[in-house]
């Protein structure tokens, strides 16, 4: 039996209430634009979308229950999903500040949100995503 590995970066991750929805992900510490934030190869997989799903291909939905599940969208992200091999990934696309939320850009992986909702990252009008 393979052994799942998460990143040991996940220490410099909180979970925790979020003012965007519910509850989201949060820097304990700083982080630089291009800095790996989290990585991990456990998860189940879907072949459809599902609510805190993230898509890496047209069957394929990964449901990561430590953080993934709980990074919230923004129109101006300040992290991005990466996949290496089996490996999912969370980077800086920007610099992270501690207690900053880490934030993804769902129109960058996902081509169907199973659940459409207005966005409420504070940077737009509230559009429409899904």
């Known amino acids: 039996m393979r052994e799942a590995t998460v990143s040991a970066e996940l220490s410099g991750l909180v979970v925790t209430p979020s003012p965007i929805h519910g509850l989201g992900v949060f820097a304990k ?4 634009a291009g800095q790996l934030l989290f990585s991990t190869d456990e998860y189940s997989v879907t072949p459809y979308p599902i609510y805190g799903s ?6 394929e939905h990964l449901l990561e229950p430590q953080v993934l599940r ?3 969208h923004s ?3 300040n ?6 091999g089996r490996v ?3 980077l800086a696309s920007r610099p992270v500040r501690a207690g900053d939320e880490v934030v993804c850009d769902y129109l960058e992986t ?11 990252c504070g940077h737009c009008d509230g559009v429409w995503i899904g």
Do not use: H, K, Q
Not at 54 to 59: A, F, I, L, S
């Open 54 to 59: 993230v898509r890496r291909g047209p069957t």
């Open 29 to 32: 510490r700083s982080f630089l």
């Open 75 to 77: 129109c101006e992200p």
């Open 70 to 72: 709980w990074t919230n």
């Open 79 to 84: 992290a991005r999903v990466r996949f290496r």
């Open 110 to 120: 996902e081509d169907e949100v199973p659940f459409p909702f207005r966005c409420n």
């Open 88 to 90: 999912a990934e969370i």
